[in-house]
């Protein structure tokens, strides 16, 4: 299993990044993706998830990003996105792409290296 984040870097507020993240090692289609942010001294938090292939395409999105990001996926390419725009500071992260396996699924212990966004003037 291996998640492949990128498209992070510098931006000033209220401007735009997308992220890539490419996945493998797993079927794609079967599972809800999510995108994941830490900072330092933080609890790491749920951007945004979006629904399986077959679902209804579904994506839901923490409050403070509502209306700013977009999450999409391409099944074709083991692949999912987050665009962002309308930065701000509060954005500074590390960000992670996940899939929701199982409980107890071991695979679920995976992570990959993370984008960092610094959003700053």
């Known amino acids: 299993v291996q998640f492949v984040e990128s498209g992070g870097g510098l931006v000033q507020p209220g401007g735009s990044l997308r992220l890539s993240c490419v996945t493998s090692?797993?079927?794609?289609?079967?599972?809800?993706m999510t995108w994941y942010r830490q900072t330092p001294g933080k609890e790491r938090e749920i951007v945004a998830s979006?629904?399986?292939?077959?679902?209804?395409?579904?994506?839901v999105y923490r409050d403070s990003v509502k209306g700013r990001f977009i999450m999409s996926r391409d099944d074709a390419k083991n692949s999912v996105y987050l665009q962002m725009s309308a930065l701000k500071p509060e954005d500074t992260a590390v960000y992670y792409c996940?899939?929701?396996?199982?409980?107890?699924?071991?695979?679920?212990?995976?992570w990959g290296q993370g984008t960092q966004v610094t959003v700053s003037s």
């Open positions: 996940k899939a929701l396996f199982p409980q107890h699924d071991f695979r679920g212990n995976v």
């Open positions: 090692g797993f079927t794609f289609t079967n599972y809800v």
């Open positions: 979006i629904s399986r292939f077959g679902g209804n395409g579904n994506v």
